[in-house]
Every structure is written in structure tokens, then in C-alpha cells.
């Protein structure tokens, strides 16, 4: 064991800290921006759904442009250090937005330019170097990158506890946002003396290993952007890949459809739940940090339990067993809040957040795998691509729909419909061809070929200059 911790440690290199200072920040605002919504501003569930849906439009947008323009510059760092100062600098604004519309605004801009970081920081990591060490790279800023999510969510954590006491549960928000501005602002000067410069090359990339998607989606809510975007999309090609007979294949199309429905429904639960806790149910803010961070630590410690299983399983019947879980927890609740008004036993509300992380693990890696599999090799990073903007798709539509339901409706119908969402998309993944059985079917039975299946590597991922 030790000896594995030396061998992280020396891959490590000093500018990993930077990315992991950066998601610190973004961690730690994940929850407090929805709880200043409630708390600061006075405003409902419905402007929270609101904000959630104006926030991933604005991130998919950037994630169009900032791609397009890192790659015409031949410039990588100060994409970095530009993503890093605007967050820093937004979230110093949110401490002293007097307005709804004034934190809207500051969010909307922060999400813009943090997608700039995303489209390089996995470039920096891996120009200049070897091809057989990018994986190792890749994955090293990940975890590093996932460890300062978690830890943001422990620092917002413990800050809540003590500080209200002192000076009021208003102005410790307030300071809190001041102290992610500066901790962004370091982020972004120390990005600048340690991010090494490099030669930007766009040759050929092939993106081998699952360990690629650990903490590439940390948090559901698309407005966090990536670690790093698979590909750059542009919009015709995208619309002639999904209506062209020479487009992705059947099997592709429907997937990416379940996809989508799946993060649908994934928003019509997850955007209202910290105001659930807080507003319904009562809970302090701290409480709220401490239920989410459960869920993230659940999603860090799945990651390798999911990987064997996916190994030992496939992808597609992974993918599928996490949503039927997920789709019983948002059963669950919405049950539980239609028949009464407190809230759960703490125990339940536990066990409940660390199943939800957990799912998401297996989710995610399953996801991401499927579409390399089931993506032919020509448009397999185009693919990829397109999954991460699936991601922002669904959590715009359901940041809308999930406010005006659970205003007019209450909770438990907005949970209602997330559940039945994900109960369709299991009904179009059923559909789905499964990439293990596509690779066995024709050997013969009994043959040493027949218990291989595909594993969850990403191999064939392609960059080229000039591509799409």
C-alpha cells in the first residue's frame, strides 16, 4: 500500500494542486449557491431551477467556443488562468449581490469562463509527454481534481457549523462566498508560476483507460464543467451524425436518447433537493454540506467497485442496474414526502445520500464506456463529445420543469416525474444493443472468446486539427 501511495505521489506534479485548489471552490459553491438562493435572496424552488437551467445553457455555449478558440491560438495556460481569475472574481461579486438577478448574472458569467479551463487542462497534462504515461496523467488530475470537490464540501461543511454561532447565518454565507473569490483568485496566481507552458499538438490521442472518467463528472449539475471536453462539437456536424443513415448507428442514437432522459430526470431530483433540506425539512445549512458531501464521498469510494463490476458484468448491465436504483430512491422519496410532512430519520436520509453517490458511480463510468463501445471509430470522439452536452441538455430542461412542478405541485411530484423518466429511459436503454454480447456472438459457443467482454476503455478517441 505504501508503496502504491509513493508511486501517486511521485506522478503527481505541482500544478495538480492548482486544478484541485480550483474545484475547492466549485465544490464548496455547489451547495451554497442554491442555500443563499433560499436563505439570502427569499427566493423559492422556482429560482433555483431557474438559475440551474440558465447556468448549463451558458456552460454548453462556452464549451462550444472556448474549445474552438484554445485550439486557433496555440496557447494553453491562459485559458487556465483566465477561468480560475473569473471565478474567483465572480464569487467575490456574489458576496456583495444585493439582488436574485445579480447572482444569476455572476453565475451565469463564472460557469462561462470555468469552461474555458476545461477544454486545456487535460491537454496540458498530456502534451509534451509520452503517449504510454497519458492515461496515468489524465487520471492523476482527476483524483486530484475530485479530492479538492470533496474537500470543498467538507470546508462549506465545517464553516457552516461554526460560523453562524458567531455572526449569523447571513453573513457567514456572504463570507464564504468572499472566501472561495479569494481562494480563486490564488488559484489563478499560482496557476501562473506552476502550469507548465507547452506545445500545443493536435496528433493523433487515443484515450485508452477507464480511470479517464473518474471525477470527470464529480457533480450532476452540468454548470460544473468537466475536467476536460472529449471533443469539440460543432452543431451541423452533430445534427447530420444524428439524421444521416451514415450518421451514429441505431444503437448510438437510442442510447444517447436514454442518456438524455436519464439527466432529465436526474435534474428534476437533485435541483430542488437542497431546498427540500433546508426549506421543507428545516435542516441548517451544515447539515445540508454534510448530506452532500456523504453523496461525494460515496461516488469517490464507488469508483473502483464500479470498475470491476463493469469488468466482470458489461457495461450495459451496470448502466442499467444504476438507474433502476436510482429510479427506486427517487420512487422512494417521493412516496415518503406524499404521505408525510417531516422529515426522514436521520439514518434514512444517510444511507439514502450515500446510495445516491454511489449510483452515480456506476452510472457515469458505465456511460462513458457505452458510448465509446457502441460509437463507431470514426465518430467515437464526436460521441463522447456529445455525451458530456447531453449532460448540460438534460439539466437545463429539468432545472425549467423542475421548479414550475414543485411550486405548483409540491416535492414529491417533481420526484414522481423523475422516477417515471428514468423508468422510460430504461425502457430505450432495453433497446440498446449490448457491446459485450455484439463481440461474442460470433464465436462459437464455448470457445475461449465467448466469456470475453469489452472493457470499459475508451480506445480509438481521436483529436485532429481541422476536425469537428
Not at 368 to 375: K, Q
Not at 412 to 438: E, M
Request: charged letters at 10%.
Amino acid at each position: 500500500m505504501s508503496k502504491a501511495l509513493r508511486s501517486w505521489w511521485r506522478d503527481i506534479e505541482p500544478w495538480y494542486f492548482v486544478v484541485g485548489l480550483a474545484n475547492l471552490v466549485l465544490g464548496t459553491s455547489s451547495v451554497l449557491i442554491p442555500l443563499s438562493v433560499a436563505k439570502v435572496f427569499n427566493h423559492s424552488v422556482g429560482s433555483v431551477g431557474l438559475l440551474a437551467s440558465l447556468v448549463s445553457l451558458v456552460g454548453v455555449l462556452g464549451s462550444l467556443i472556448w474549445g474552438r478558440l484554445s485550439d486557433a491560438s496555440y496557447r494553453r495556460k491562459p485559458f487556465i488562468v483566465l477561468g480560475y481569475a473569473a471565478a474567483g472574481l465572480c464569487f467575490l461579486g456574489v458576496s456583495l449581490a444585493g439582488s436574485f438577478r445579480q447572482l444569476a448574472v455572476l453565475n451565469m458569467l463564472l460557469n462561462f469562463f470555468w469552461v474555458a479551463n476545461a477544454s486545456v487542462t487535460v491537454l496540458i497534462a498530456i502534451e509534451n509527454s509520452r503517449e504510454s504515461s497519458w492515461e496515468g496523467r489524465i487520471s492523476r488530475l482527476n483524483q486530484i481534481g475530485a479530492m479538492g470537490w470533496v474537500l470543498g464540501l467538507a470546508s462549506g461543511s465545517l464553516w457552516m457549523t461554526l460560523m453562524p454561532q458567531h455572526l449569523g447565518e447571513l453573513t457567514a454565507i456572504r463570507l464564504l462566498f468572499w472566501a472561495m473569490g479569494l481562494i480563486g483568485l490564488s488559484a489563478s496566481l499560482f496557476a501562473v508560476v506552476s502550469i507548465p507552458r507547452t506545445v500545443p499538438k493536435f496528433t493523433q490521442r487515443k484515450f485508452r483507460g477507464i480511470r479517464l472518467a473518474i471525477g470527470n463528472f464529480m457533480s450532476e449539475r452540468a454548470r460544473y464543467a468537466p475536467l476536460h471536453l472529449y471533443h469539440r462539437l460543432h452543431p451541423k456536424r452533430v445534427w447530420a451524425m444524428l439524421t444521416h443513415p451514415e450518421g451514429f448507428r441505431p444503437g448510438t442514437k437510442r442510447f444517447l436518447l436514454s442518456t438524455l432522459i436519464a439527466f432529465v430526470a436526474f435534474g428534476f431530483f437533485g435541483i430542488p433537493l437542497p431546498l427540500l433540506l433546508s426549506q421543507k425539512f428545516g435542516m441548517p445549512s451544515s447539515s445540508v454540506f454534510v448530506l452532500f458531501l456523504l453523496q461525494h464521498i460515496g461516488i469517490v469510494l464507488a469508483y473502483p467497485l464500479a470498475s470491476r463490476r463493469i469488468r466482470k458484468l458489461g457495461n450495459r448491465y451496470v448502466q442499467m442496474g444504476s438507474l433502476w436504483v436510482r429510479a427506486l430512491l427517487f420512487g422512494s422519496f417521493s412516496v415518503y414526502l406524499a404521505l408525510q410532512r417531516t422529515a426522514p430519520p436521520t439514518a434514512v436520509l444517510l444511507a439514502g445520500f450515500v446510495i445516491y453517490g454511489i449510483a452515480w458511480s456506476y452510472f457515469q463510468l458505465s456511460g462513458i464506456a457505452l458510448t465509446s463501445r457502441l460509437a463507431s471509430e470514426k465518430n467515437r470522439g464526436l460521441a463522447l463529445g456529445l455525451y458530456n452536452a447531453i449532460a448540460g441538455t438534460g439539466w437545463i430542461l429539468a432545472g425549467l420543469g423542475s421548479g414550475l412542478v414543485t411550486e405548483r405541485f409540491g416535492y414529491f411530484v417533481s420526484f414522481a416525474i423523475a422516477a417515471g423518466l428514468l423508468a422510460v429511459g430504461l425502457g430505450v436503454l432495453s433497446t440498446v444493443p449490448d457491446p459485450s454480447a455484439v463481440a461474442t456472438g460470433s464465436h462459437p459457443k464455448g470457445s475461449q472468446t465467448t466469456i470475453k467482454r469489452w472493457t470499459p476503455a475508451t480506445r480509438g478517441l481521436r483529436w485532429h486539427r481541422g476536425s469537428h
